[in-house]
């Protein structure tokens, strides 16, 4: 079960920004006794690697705090976000942590159950990030997409570290999501009414 947490964490985590996750596992890899990557996931703790993720991520974390680039830096992560979801669950689920000592006796040979769901889990969460940033810059003219962009990075982090050293928690910062989306669609909802109100009005 804690497999399945650690992973789908991870893959959440992904869903906000898709290099912090892995930045975050091959680090602690490389320099760390947190995670014990298996045979098939090493290259996330090699230099080059952690490397190029960080400058990924630094352009990542630039784009999608500018009003406008942000919504195209969304449909351009669309893709990647995923995919880096499904890698992230796989090579999480997949590794020796300090919570997870056994982690082939969850999925056993089916090694692409985890890969499809971290891109599942992250598609989910991209498209509730995606939905939610045009709210915020309508009702902030644009100045609340740094501030939410921070604030998804930072809950990316605090994601990951909790999928890799307190699994549990990541259970309530689930929970946490799903009333956001639910926040999300009645913002939407509401504003869609609002504007079929005023061109009735207009008429």
Known sequence: MLEALTGGGLAASAGLNAYIPLLTMGVLARWTDAVDLPAGWQWLSNGWVLLILAVLLA?????DKVPVVDHVNDVV???????AGGLAFGAGSSSETVTVSD???F???????????GVLIA???HG???ASRPVVNATTAGVGAPVASTVEDVTSVLL?????????LVLLALVALVLFAMWVIRRRRRRGRARVASKGVGI
């Open 59 to 63: 352009v990542e974390v630039v784009a």
């Open 77 to 83: 992560q669309t893709v990647i976000r995923p995919t």
């Open 103 to 105: 982690p082939g006796a």
């Open 107 to 117: 999925f056993g040979s089916h090694q692409w159950v985890p890969v499809a769901a």
């Open 123 to 125: 598609l989910c969460v």
């Open 128 to 130: 509730l990030k995606a």
């Open 160 to 168: 990951s570290l909790l999928a890799i050293l307190l699994p549990v």
